[in-house]
Nanobody
Framework: QVQFVESGGGLVHPGGSLRLSCAASGRIINIYAMGWYRQAPGKQRDLVATITNDGKTNYADSVKGRFTISRDNAKNTVYLQMNSLEPEDTAVYYC?????????WGQGTQVTVSY
């Protein structure tokens, strides 16, 4: 059973930066395209960034130019560098495969952007 552990969230002022990490319990990072997702209160979970197993990346328009997804296959970890954070980025962030079927969702990491 694959498990994801997300970390690195916190409270940050607008314009600030955070780096999220997602550690997978199994060696899947180098097999599947992976994604970072986020869910704001009262909203659906949205895909914000993806990375294929050969390193190609893609981003939602709302984060393009501010977020960078990367992966370390040796550490079974996916990262999300978030710069120029905005209050609209406030959400719980999760990682999982880019495509269905998904593995079980982790607990996520809370990102709050506020003055």
């Amino acid at each position: 059973q694959v498990q994801f552990v997300e970390s690195g969230g916190g409270l940050v002022h607008p314009g600030g930066s955070l780096r999220l990490s997602c550690a997978a319990s199994g060696r899947i990072i180098n097999i599947y395209a992976m994604g970072w997702y986020r869910q704001a209160p009262g909203k659906q979970r949205d895909l914000v960034a993806t990375i294929t197993n050969d390193g190609k990346t893609n981003y939602a328009d709302s984060v393009k130019g501010r977020f960078t997804i990367s992966r370390d296959n040796a550490k079974n970890t996916v990262y999300l560098q978030m710069n120029s954070l905005e209050p609209e980025d406030t959400a719980v962030y999760y990682c999982n495969k880019k495509n269905i079927p998904y593995y079980a969702w982790g607990q996520g990491t809370q990102v709050t952007v506020s003055y």
